[in-house]
């Protein structure tokens, strides 16, 4: 059972993190825009969610427009502005804010919605909050003596 989830998780992770570099690539070698990646973006999982649909792995459920609405907002927003973030940003930082998105949403929805989570739940976001904060410190150059080597010790 633990091979299986593990392929899961890998499944899920390596083509997310290639899809970050292509993106990337193609910002930097094309001069792609954040809009134009955007839209490919959404074009290419709904032609691939079309396939999935098509041989079997889930079936399709229609759903009032108005109960998705909000949520279809958050989610367009979602990409726009990560592709955004990755025109302009390094990748690193890039991965720093989307690591940091799960425990924002679950601090939203426990401050707004009111939600309660259960203690594996929260357990698990301190530790991906603190693997990010320990990765975000010297990625987006919070370190300790980061003035010092910019400016040639003028610091001291």
């Known amino acids: 059972m633990k091979l299986v989830s593990y392929f899961q998780l890998s499944s899920n992770v390596l083509p997310s993190v290639l899809v970050v570099l292509l993106n990337k690539l193609i910002f930097a070698r094309y001069g792609a825009t954040g809009i134009t990646l955007t839209c490919f973006h959404f ?3 709904t032609l691939y969610l079309f396939v999935c649909e098509r041989i079997g ?3 399709r459920k229609s759903l009032p427009v108005a109960d998705v609405f909000q949520l279809s907002l958050v989610f367009c927003g979602f990409v726009v502005f990560t592709n955004l973030s990755l025109q302009t940003n390094t990748v690193a930082s890039y991965l720093v804010f989307k690591m940091a998105t799960a425990p ?4 939203v929805e426990a401050l707004w919605c009111c939600r309660k989570f259960s203690s594996q739940v929260l357990l ?3 530790s991906v ?3 990010n ?3 975000a410190v010297p990625t987006l150059g919070f370190g300790k003596f980061q003035g010092e080597s910019k400016m040639g010790n003028s610091l001291v």
């Open 43 to 45: 074009a290419a999982m």
């Open 57 to 59: 792995v889930f079936r």
């Open 104 to 107: 924002a949403i679950v601090i």
């Open 124 to 126: 698990t976001l301190v």
């Open 129 to 131: 909050s603190l693997a």
């Open 133 to 135: 904060v320990s990765f």
